[in-house]
Nanobody, 116 residues
Framework: QVQLMESGGGSVQPGGSLQLSCRASGLTLGNSAIGWFRQAPGKEREAVSCINNRDGVTWYSGDVRGRFTISRDNAKNTVYLQMNSLKPEDTAVYYC?????????WGQGTQVTVSS
């Protein structure tokens, strides 16, 4: 059974930082394309960042480029999303995904709240 477990969410003031983690069981993240999505209250879920499993190429949405960094530690079977210079509009539930053999698995999400 594949499980993705996010952690690291919380409350932070504008300008602060958080690092989200996503640990997998039942799946080798090094063989998977990884994505981070978020959903703010009343808004549709949107893609934030992803990393290719073949060559490590990364992508970021325009809203987070330059502030967020996606990375992976294959030895720990964990991916990370380092979020710096957080803004109130980054407030959302953040989800990690792993795509393997054309199937996408989702974590349960972790809440990030940016507020003064």
């Amino acid at each position: 059974q594949v499980q993705l477990m996010e952690s690291g969410g919380g409350s932070v003031q504008p300008g602060g930082s958080l690092q989200l983690s996503c640990r997998a069981s039942g799946l080798t993240l090094g063989n998977s394309a990884i994505g981070w999505f978020r959903q703010a209250p009343g808004k549709e879920r949107e893609a934030v960042s992803c990393i290719n499993n073949r060559d490590g190429v990364t992508w970021y949405s325009g809203d987070v480029r330059g502030r967020f960094t996606i990375s992976r530690d294959n030895a720990k079977n964990t991916v990370y999303l380092q979020m710096n210079s957080l803004k109130p509009e980054d407030t959302a539930v953040y989800y990690c995904t792993a795509t393997w053999l054309q199937h996408t698995y989702w974590g349960q999400g972790t809440q990030v709240t940016v507020s003064s």
